[in-house]
């Protein structure tokens, strides 16, 4: 590829101005071809390309750079590597391993370091399962590697691909640049397949077809789970100010989501976020696999201080590696935080570029970008004939915490599920902060049957049920600020209690608590039930003419309030109990105001 | 040999743009020598079109004119000489000793703008450092390594706290490692630039501060550089010489305030109240610099202060601030104004990193529970306060009345402090539990049995 390079036309920088940069001589360039700009070789990507003027943004700091640099074409658009080694790392926006580039420079990530990608020395042990004169289609899988101890990679044909095989090598230990299998498509031209093939970041990966979203994507989380389920396929936003808990709950998410393949984004964020993720999730074992989830996680970091171009990248490398290992038949959930920097990415090459903006200085495609990108989420039938699905769960930062600006409101046009996080919430230290009257799932409907066969055939209509109560109390609220508690009638302040239940022990969920912060839907749904039948035996005893303080039995109510904690998450039998308490409690009591 | 140009096109506020340029490149530090005087200037290349360039001049550009001064090309970075002299010494916002004394020298020197530091390479912040301040060390602790920023409103106390902070901030126990401060003052009036001077002295620690000032009346390019060179100061002295940095900055707010001024001379597209759009990632590019490394010793601990405009939270300047942040440190204005210091506004505040530097090992294994009762609690004074604001004291139920009296006397005895008074962890986990016993046992859903039978103040 070298000697190629040499030949190539090359431009030349006529212009500089931050990640942006300008080039004459550049009318044999394509646009979105990847180039490497200067000395340093910084690399970057057509945008604009006007006559023999190119627009470039470049994916590293430009300081340093000259007029009259040479700027080389690469002959490709921004692509990634696509190959077993990428589970359990960590990449910054362009794939390039941050692992690696720590071993180039130790503390800081320099420019000029040109382009790295997956591991190509390490060796891998590959089964080969097709023959020579077998017809391979595209999408269809030759072979396989154990990628990690959880997750088996299965080699692809590339989308774009298909023929006989010709020849097959022996299993055994190879690298992802080796040749496994060679094919001859119908044009009688013979192709090399390996572990790993190139794909661009722009262009979605083909599937065979859509199709409906019928599985939740079980969290452990009860907020989540039981009251706003998010689809497998599905999209979902969290969006919140700063302080109430966005990259927290998206850490959670990525924990204990029921995927197979876990990709996480920091982009624009914190670089101590991405530090605890890695020093974190080794320790962390899957619920379901037994092994730690840094098995099945792939991580992307373009932290707040890295370069701006990149970070408009990054969600596309994100989302392009989601999709590979979708195309293998696995469920990949993709965190991406925060979508509102790469939006901010957006607008400041847009304003570098002298584009006319819209609102708030976002360009006019933002919406469109937006759109795009979410519409790469959904529940598929792989080209290879399996089923595979993209959750995409993205968080938004909205400037001042104001849901109505641009990035919040064209985001809620395109997902189905809002999470919406609220200020007060977190002040109060209520976790997770998500507003149970704001936020909502579309995915509900499509989901019930799915909950009726599964948990319970009333999991639904009791969602409901206690959700219609919060609203309630939500309203007697704003009575109790005009007049206080003590005014209200009986059975409305039965049901201030019962929600401070619901409230205290059931929607807050401690993370830090080794039970409560993954807990199984059996257990979720059972402690709501319970909330349920206390909050109707109650009603019972309204009816009698027992007043709420004697309903109210202190015991009782702390024991709800903390069964989170006291109740294992594999031996529910301690709600049972607690029922049996309630029936012992309220006999005596019953007695008593009947007679 | 670098050329030298004469002919100045067009100076809009702090920017020149000169024409029939070739060889330099983007960042390119120029010096702008005034024929006349032999005065010199110092600028940097902010932008290149064909041969066009424009320099942003980091002095005042008042009596600059075409065929007055020679513009020479350096050939350098703006790179600062870094060595252990820094210390004790005061400089201008782009490096320049003001102190009278001599030149640094050295031959290690460091590009101010930095480089991202590899999240790979670093240490997740663990430590806690004490202040002495009760609300900040129970409610949102500081640790090493983070950047905690005060929100602070115009002619709130913050220069008194970031001092007392400066005067009693323990950091850690191994006295074998050493401690400074790096000190920025960005557009403050001089009677700040005394303040901390005289605080610093009264502390001790003058020979350990390196001072980089830049008075309200200076220059406005040069509040860009100040907190960059700061920075790079801090790095050095942490990264390099293995120390652990206190970065003392005030005050943010002057310099987003420069950054909208410049960016509005480049006739830049706007965002938010004439912000630039990418005033996130600028400022991203100061906060990131703290941290630690991994198995190395030394680290930056960042304190910024900004004043909110209007004591407005939702402001741009505080808003990106928070977002890229550990947390916030609140300053309210109706606390200040019932003679409460300091007035931390503890619900609005908040310390990412406290939840892994607190508790057994830490600090004491009740702090976390104690932390989040007190915020449950107090949270709950304000809806309990707007109640009585309407039905009157005297209506409200038994534990509302009892919320009111914790809530009093939370902020008498709590959040008030002297200047001069510094309480350890203990002392201050301990108040908390004596205001808790206000409350009834009940009311306290956050903390666990065991704690409440281990620390609950025994009635008499």
């Known amino acids: 590829m070298a000697v190629n390079e040499e030949n190539k036309v090359k431009g030349i920088i006529s212009a500089i101005n931050g990640p942006v940069i300008k080039g004459k001589n550049m009318t044999s360039f394509k646009m979105r071809e990847m180039v490497t700009v200067g000395e340093q070789r910084l690399i970057g990507e057509v945008i604009v390309l006007e006559g023999d003027i190119g627009t470039i943004q470049v994916y590293e700091e430009t300081e340093g750079l000259k007029t009259g640099e040479e ?27 941050l692992e690696k580039i720590q071993e180039l420079s130790p503390i800081f990530i320099p420019e000029g370091i040109g382009l790295l990608s997956i591991d190509d020395k390490k060796m891998w042990t590959a089964t080969l399962s097709v023959k020579p004169g077998d017809l391979l289609l595209a999408g269809s899988c030759f072979g396989t590697v154990q990628e990690t101890q959880v997750i088996q990679n299965r080699l692809l044909v590339p989308p774009n691909l298909s023929g006989t095989v010709v020849s097959v090598m022996p299993d055994g230990e190879y690298t992802i640049e080796d040749v496994l299998v060679t094919i001859r498509d119908a044009k009688n031209e013979l192709h090399e397949l390996k572990m790993a093939h190139e794909w661009p970041v722009r262009t979605p990966r083909p599937n065979a077809y859509r199709r409906e979203t019928l599985v939740p994507l079980i969290t452990g989380q009860r907020v989540i789970d039981i009251f706003f389920p998010i689809a497998k396929g599905g999209t979902a936003a969290i969006p919140g100010g700063f302080g109430t808990g966005k990259t927290m709950t998206q850490h959670q998410l990525a924990k204990w989501s029921d995927a197979d393949i876990i990709v996480y984004i920091g982009c624009g964020e914190r670089g101590n976020e991405m530090t605890e993720v890695i020093e974190d999730f080794p320790k962390l074992i899957d619920p379901r696999s037994g092994k730690s989830i840094m098995e099945r996680t792939v991580l992307i970091a373009n932290t707040s201080n890295m370069p701006v171009a990149a970070r408009e990248a990054s969600i596309y490398t994100g989302i392009t590696i989601a999709e590979y290992y979708r195309d293998m038949g696995y469920a ?8 509102s920097r790469w939006a901010e990415a957006l607008r400041e090459i847009s304003g570098r570029l002298e584009e006319m903006p819209a609102e708030e200085g976002y360009p006019a495609y933002l919406p469109s970008r937006i759109a795009e990108f979410y519409e790469r989420a959904g529940s598929i039938e792989t080209l290879g004939g399996d089923d595979g699905s993209i959750t995409i769960i993205g968080a938004v930062s909205p400037a001042g915490g104001d849901f109505s600006e641009p990035v919040t409101e064209n985001t809620k046009r395109f997902v189905n599920v ?25 995915y509900l409907k499509i989901l019930s049957d799915w909950y009726e066969d599964n948990v319970a055939a009333d999991c639904i209509s009791l969602r409901n049920k206690m959700l219609e109560l919060m609203y309630e109390e939500n309203k007697l609220q704003e009575m109790v600020m005009l007049v206080g508690e003590d005014v209200l009638p009986d059975d409305q302040r039965w ?3 019962i929600a401070k239940i619901i409230k205290v022990g059931y929607l807050q969920q401690n993370a830090y608590n080794k039970d409560d912060t993954y807990v199984p839907l059996e257990k979720q749904y059972a402690m709501l039930k319970a909330i349920e039948y206390l909050f109707e035996r109650g009603r019972e005893g309204l009816k009698l003419g027992i007043p709420t303080s004697q309903l109210k039995n202190v015991d009782i109510f702390s024991q709800f309030i903390k069964m989170k904690y006291t109740i294992p998450n594999d031996d529910l039998s301690g709600i049972d109990k607690l029922k049996d308490e309630i029936d012992q409690y309220y006999e005596v009591l019953f007695k008593k105001y009947e007679n | 040999m670098k050329k030298e140009y004469l002919q100045i ?12 340029v070739d060889d330099v490149f983007y960042g390119e530090v120029v010096d702008i020598v005034e024929i006349s005087t032999g005065n010199i200037k110092k600028g940097k290349v902010i932008k290149i079109e064909e041969k066009n360039v424009i320099i942003q001049v980091f002095q005042n550009t008042a009596g600059l004119s075409a065929g007055s001064s020679i513009i020479k090309f350096t050939g350098e970075s703006f790179n ?8 004790g010494r005061i400089f201008n916002g782009i490096g320049e000793p003001i102190d009278n004394g001599s030149d640094i020298f050295s031959l290690v020197e460091a590009n101010i703008n930095g480089r991202p530091i590899n999240p790979m390479s670093r240490e997740y912040p663990r430590n806690f450092i004490q202040t002495g301040i009760s609300s900040i060390d129970t409610l949102a602790t500081l640790i090493r390594g983070q950047k905690l920023p005060i929100f602070s409103g115009n002619g709130l106390p913050h220069n008194e706290l970031a001092a007392q902070i400066v005067r009693q901030a323990r950091l850690g126990d191994n006295v074998n490692e050493e401690f400074g401060v790096v000190f920025a003052a960005i557009g403050v009036k001089h009677d700040d630039e005394k303040f901390f001077r005289k605080s610093f002295d009264e502390a001790n620690v003058m020979d350990r501060v390196v001072m980089f000032v830049n008075y309200a009346d200076d220059p406005i390019a040069e509040r860009i550089t100040t907190p960059r060179c700061a920075l790079t100061a801090a790095e050095y002295l942490a990264f390099e010489k293995h120390m652990h940095i206190l970065v003392v900055m005030t005050d943010i707010t002057s310099y987003c305030e420069a950054l909208r001024e410049i960016s509005s001379a480049r006739e830049e597209v706007p965002s938010r109240k004439g912000y630039p759009g990418y005033m996130y990632s600028d400022l991203a590019s100061l906060y990131e610099r703290a941290g630690m490394l991994k198995d190395q010793v030394g680290s930056i601990t960042f304190l910024p202060i900004l004043t909110m405009p209007n004591d407005d939270i939702t402001h741009p300047i505080p808003d990106l601030t928070g977002y890229i942040t550990e947390g916030q440190i609140v300053l309210g204005r109706d606390l200040f104004q019932r003679s409460i210091y300091p007035p931390v ?19 004491r294994g009740d702090h976390a529970e104690v932390a989040n009762q007190l915020f449950a609690s107090y949270s709950k004074v304000q809806e309990v306060r707007d109640l009585s604001q309407i039905i009157g004291e005297e209506d409200l139920s038994p534990t509302d009345k009892k919320y009111m009296a914790f809530g009093r006397a939370f902020e008498a005895e709590f959040l008030n402090q002297g200047f001069d008074e510094g309480r350890n962890i203990i002392e201050s986990l301990d108040l908390g539990w004596q205001l808790l016993s206000l409350l009834p046992l009940t009311e306290l859903d956050r903390l666990s049995p065991e704690n409440i039978d281990k620390y609950f103040p025994k009635k008499a």
């Open chain 2, 345 to 363: 506004a503890i619900l609005p505040s908040l310390s990412r990193l406290m939840k892994d530097g607190i508790g057994e090992g830490f600090t």
């Open chain 1, 495 to 497: 049901v201030l209690e």
């Open chain 2, 80 to 87: 600062l000489p870094m060595s252990l002299d820094l210390q």
């Open chain 1, 332 to 339: 990949v959930a993709m965190m991406a935080d925060s979508t």
């Open chain 1, 71 to 97: 700027i080389t074409p690469t002959g490709r658009p921004l692509s990634l590597k696509l190959g077993p080694g990428m589970l359990k790392n960590m990449f910054d926006g362009i794939q390039r391993p």
């Open chain 2, 9 to 20: 096109d067009k100076v809009v506020g702090p920017l020149i743009q000169i024409s029939d």
């Open chain 1, 418 to 442: 809002f999470l919406a996080l609220d200020k007060s919430l977190a002040y109060a230290r209520h976790y997770p902060a998500i507003n149970w009257l704001e936020s909502y799932s579309g």
